[in-house]
């Protein structure tokens, strides 16, 4: 099966760490992108939590356009829900900062729980390796 892995080309295209290993992969090599207990066995709540994190992600890519430099990794930790995020500089920091309050005030009103972003940021889109 190869559905959602990178084609091998000429060496010239750039990929970053999350597209440079195989769907297989998650778990071995990678780590996931959300990381909660309602993947247990005979927990309630797993559809509940797939489709908060679909809604958190295109939230977080709309608020902070063309600013992401990798893919967004969600963390549940008891009730605080913890958002890691690697962004290009392409924004002032007085922004950044704005729009940081704004999606933990507006997240955390939605989901009525605490919202933490952790966010790094680089001057350009990190390259793993060219394939």
Not at 17 to 23: G, M, R, S, T
Request: net charge positive.
């Amino acid at each position: 099966n190869r559905a959602a892995r990178i084609r091998v080309g000429k060496g010239d295209k750039p990929v970053t760490y999350e597209q440079a290993y195989h769907p297989h992969d998650i778990g071995h090599r990678k780590g996931w992108l959300s990381q909660h207990t309602s993947n247990l066995q005979s927990e309630d709540g797993a559809a509940e939590r797939v489709v908060e994190d679909v809604f958190v992600r295109r939230f977080m890519y709309g608020t902070f356009h063309g600013c992401l430099a990798d893919e967004v990794v969600i963390k549940r930790r008891g009730n605080l829900l913890v958002i890691c995020a690697v962004m290009i500089q392409k924004l002032l920091p007085s922004k950044f900062y704005f729009l940081i309050g704004y999606t933990e005030e507006l997240l955390s009103h939605f989901y009525k729980c605490p919202v933490k972003i952790e966010m790094q940021t680089v001057e350009e889109k990190v390259v793993y390796k060219y394939l």
